[in-house]
């Protein structure tokens, strides 16, 4: 089965050795008073700890790092607001060559400067998908620079499995692991990882209600357009791509989907017990745990919280 | 030197011995990025994800595990508002033994909800020491209970030393540890077993400009009661004790007063950088580093990250 995936368990340990000392080896943290809430034993991979905030920085990091010298010499390019632009402006500057980062002539002023922080090219474009597109496949015929897809990258998904593998790797036999879906890198990664190394566990994907084009694609067995992503969620308002469908496809044990409430409940709920700082995109599995969405009574499960990246001036639980 | 000291570090490795499987044995962690912005190395001793979400559960545990069975069963009791009141609490509920916490009639309600939810039997008196005083020893005396000090008991400072305890053993040789000083219990436990474990840190206390008493009081080598303290960092409203006073003069290298303003700039860094939750006391020793009020430019550093209980509906660098 999984020797026909775009990605192997081969893929990704050979990502794993490529990126290592070049991001974290993030911490996995556990709560007696989560579990107790949330009915399981659950081992928290802590990617929002991880360089840049985000699980983001395995996969780029993987796709620089894997180009010949000739072709990392003209640079990479993506389009992108969010921490996968962050991730490959890090791993690019790491390796010395350009990051060209197109972002919508609107991203907020804070996205676009922190790229430039970590030495990003921005390229502005018009606000919508087709331009953002067009502009990045001019950049890559114009200069030659290697187009690195946020989430259907084969090195980006082989990357971002790494941090399922650091997971199982520390915590040994699981009964489950939980990721979110937005583009499916993590969760295609993830799956690939965990279906290895762990045949029986179960793989439980979660998204929220509001943006759930994987789930209703899975259920069908073929892509789906969803209505218009409208989640707090911001990670995850990204369309499945196509390589995650084939992977999730053909892996996935379970699907769970939340309510925008229970995301905001289930951060909250993280911060105050755990004392760690996650974005809601994080927050998604444990909103499936919390709503017993899945059941995983006294189970033990790993979930990937997936970064830590929010405004900490507007937290979601706060009015206005 | 230290052996005239109230506290020993036999005290200590008896009081981690006794803790142990209690407590949790919390996280080391670190970040490249906010070694860049305090120009040393620092490994954070993360007590904001011990129980109860503070170091205080070190001492109230050691406290309670120390009382023979008669004494035990006669309960114990304490005057707090804050941490301390939440850890003697649960450290009675492990050893199924009362606990009187008795607290101001104006007491936040979320306090007292706390201090009830771990068992804590509440006791309301009128909102001054002398009446809190008055009526913890009035509840020791009828009850027979064993009165435990948040910060001035010889073994709650016993077993806050056991944290740095685990830092040093942790990390090996630093060049200096820093913590907070309010009513001196950490301090002093901290101080004791680095001297101890090596000989030659050193050892930086902190405290905020406007509750300043234990850095007058070690400047002038006599106690000397502040200005009332009016300070964000809640968990450093009290005086200097006395037997923290005896062990802080005779082993403190350095103390450091911050402002304010650095201790809100250093707690939001933390969050943003490391992704974690620390309360405003948590902050004052990354803020005499922030601010360079020691000189630790390229030294190994520890500090211990006290709590992480803070109120997330009201952070201090927003308005209102």
């Given at each position: 089965?999984?020797?026909?995936?775009?990605?192997?368990?081969?893929?990704?340990?050979?990502?794993?050795?490529?990126?290592?000392?070049?991001?974290?080896?993030?911490?996995?943290?556990?709560?007696?008073?989560?579990?107790?809430?949330?009915?399981?034993?659950?081992?928290?991979?802590?990617?929002?700890?991880?360089?840049?905030?985000?699980?983001?920085?395995?996969?780029?990091?993987?796709?620089?790092?894997?180009?010949?010298?000739?072709?990392?010499?003209?640079?990479?390019?993506?389009h992108?607001?969010?921490?996968?632009?962050?991730?490959?402006?890090?791993?690019?500057?790491?390796?010395?060559?350009?990051?060209?980062?197109v972002?919508?002539?609107?991203?907020?002023?804070?996205?676009?400067?922190?790229?430039?922080?970590?030495?990003?090219?921005?390229?502005?474009c018009a606000?919508t998908i087709t331009a953002r597109e067009a502009m990045a496949d001019a950049i890559?015929?114009?200069?030659?620079?290697?187009?690195?897809?946020?989430?259907?990258?084969?090195?980006?998904?082989?990357?971002?499995?790494?941090?399922?593998?650091?997971?199982?790797?520390?915590?040994?036999?699981?009964?489950?692991?939980?990721?979110?879906?937005?583009?499916?890198?993590?969760?295609?990664?993830?799956?690939?990882?965990?279906?290895?190394?762990?045949?029986?566990?179960?793989?439980?994907?979660?998204?929220?209600?509001?943006?759930?084009?994987?789930?209703?694609?899975?259920?069908?067995?073929?892509?789906?357009?969803?209505?218009?992503?409208?989640?707090?969620?911001?990670?995850?308002?990204?369309?499945?791509?196509?390589?995650?469908?084939?992977?999730?496809?053909?892996?996935?044990?379970?699907?769970?989907?939340?309510?925008?409430?229970?995301?905001?409940?289930?951060?909250?709920?993280?911060?105050?017990?755990?004392?760690?700082?996650?974005?809601?995109?994080?927050?998604?599995?444990?909103?499936?745990?919390?709503?017993?969405?899945?059941?995983?009574?006294?189970?033990?499960?790993?979930?990937?919280?997936?970064?830590?990246?929010?405004?900490?001036?507007?937290?979601?639980?706060?009015?206005?």
């Amino acid at each position: 089965m999984s020797q026909d995936l775009p990605v192997s368990f081969t893929d990704i340990a050979l990502a794993a050795v490529r990126i290592e000392g070049h991001v974290h080896h993030t911490p996995v943290l556990r709560s007696r008073r989560l579990d107790a809430i949330l009915g399981a034993e659950i081992a928290f991979k802590c990617e929002n700890m991880q360089r840049i905030g985000a699980f983001k920085a395995r996969g780029a990091h993987n796709a620089v790092l894997a180009l010949d010298d000739a072709a990392a010499a003209r640079g990479v390019v993506t389009h992108s607001s969010g921490n996968h632009a962050a991730a490959l402006s890090l791993a690019a500057a790491t390796r010395g060559i350009p990051a060209f980062i197109v972002m919508p002539e609107n991203a907020p002023r804070a996205k676009v400067e922190s790229v430039r922080r970590l030495g990003g090219e921005v390229q502005f474009c018009a606000p919508t998908i087709t331009a953002r597109e067009a502009m990045a496949d001019a950049i890559a015929a114009e200069r030659g620079a290697t187009l690195v897809h946020p989430y259907d990258d084969l090195l980006v998904i082989a990357g971002q499995g790494t941090a399922a593998m650091e997971l199982l790797d520390e915590v040994g036999p699981l009964d489950a692991i939980l990721a979110p879906v937005g583009g499916g890198g993590l969760m295609s990664g993830t799956a690939v990882v965990a279906r290895h190394m762990q045949p029986a566990i179960r793989i439980i994907a979660s998204e929220p209600e509001q943006a759930d084009d994987a789930f209703r694609s899975w259920q069908a067995g073929e892509r789906l357009a969803g209505d218009p992503p409208n989640t707090i969620a911001d990670g995850l308002r990204t369309m499945l791509g196509s390589n995650g469908f084939t992977i999730l496809t053909a892996l996935l044990d379970d699907f769970a989907t939340v309510s925008e409430a229970a995301i905001v409940e289930a951060m909250r709920l993280v911060w105050e017990v755990m004392k760690i700082v996650i974005e809601p995109s994080s927050a998604v599995p444990v909103a499936a745990l919390l709503e017993r969405k899945v059941d995983l009574k006294g189970a033990r499960a790993g979930v990937i919280l997936t970064g830590g990246n929010v405004d900490l001036d507007q937290l979601p639980w706060q009015a206005g």
